[in-house]
């Protein structure tokens, strides 16, 4: 079977040493951290690739356990984890199959948090993993989406000049993303009725790269700080929340 994922594998890595990269990696972070139920946490990362998420996580002290049908990410994973101190690397472990079939494999309920970050977008239907990723949640887990914004596909080509672009996206669901590939977009409010109805309530959502989206390829700036704080506010704010290029969702099983 051929990894699909294969020649985007780099890409996702190297995207987190540029500006739009660290903005999502840092915000992301700070509210997955604002929302879980408890310390040392039993995490399931869902989609979680080379480890962005997990690895931070680990080195707070929480346990995580990657799904992943992608050989390629998961090779990146291991690696990264080759340079973690051993009690770290512990508690990362990794499986490689599809969010879809991880209840069964995993067992239902069995974690505290189940995130699902930067995969939505690349499927048709996200309603089958979505189901999947809240069964994997114990009641009171909390389940975190970061999915591409479809309300908002019109911003960043508009700042960035690119005009033909910016008016067909006005009604488009689905946009050639950062990393050339074409992803799908949802919506807070598409994706807070398929949490309802695979059994999780929405508690907080926020818009992710509200302010810095269209800064494709620009580095982290010696005012990381400054930027960060900007979107920090605008991440949890109306009405700029709204046209992030990402929205964050933190729902809670019942
Ligand atoms: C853009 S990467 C995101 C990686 C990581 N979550 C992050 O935010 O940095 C997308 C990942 O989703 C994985 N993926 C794609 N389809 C999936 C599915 N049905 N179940 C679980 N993971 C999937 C890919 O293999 C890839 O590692």
Known sequence: VTDPYVDLAESFVDHYATLR?????ALVAEQVHDHLPVANARVCDVGGGAGHQAIPLARAGHHVVVVDPSEEMLDRLAAALDHQPAAVAARVTSVLMAGEDAPA??????????LCHGVLMYLDDPRDLVHSLVRLA????????????????ALRPALQGRW???VTNFDAVADVGNLG????GDTVESL??????AGADVVAWY?????????????????FPLVLEAEKRAAATDPYRQVGRLIHLVASRR
Do not use: Y
């Open 138 to 153: 114990r009641p009171g887990g909390m389940v975190s989406l970061l999915a591409k914004n479809a309300s908002a596909l």
């Open 105 to 114: 494999q995993l067992g239902a309920g069995g974690f505290d948090a189940v």
């Open 21 to 25: 990269g660290a903005v999502r990696q």
């Open 192 to 197: 807070t009725d398929v949490l309802d109805a």
């Open 164 to 166: 033909e672009d910016a």
């Open 207 to 223: 818009g992710v790269r509200v302010l810095t989206d269209h800064r494709t390829g620009e580095p982290v700036e010696p005012d």
């Open 181 to 184: 590939a074409v992803t799908r």
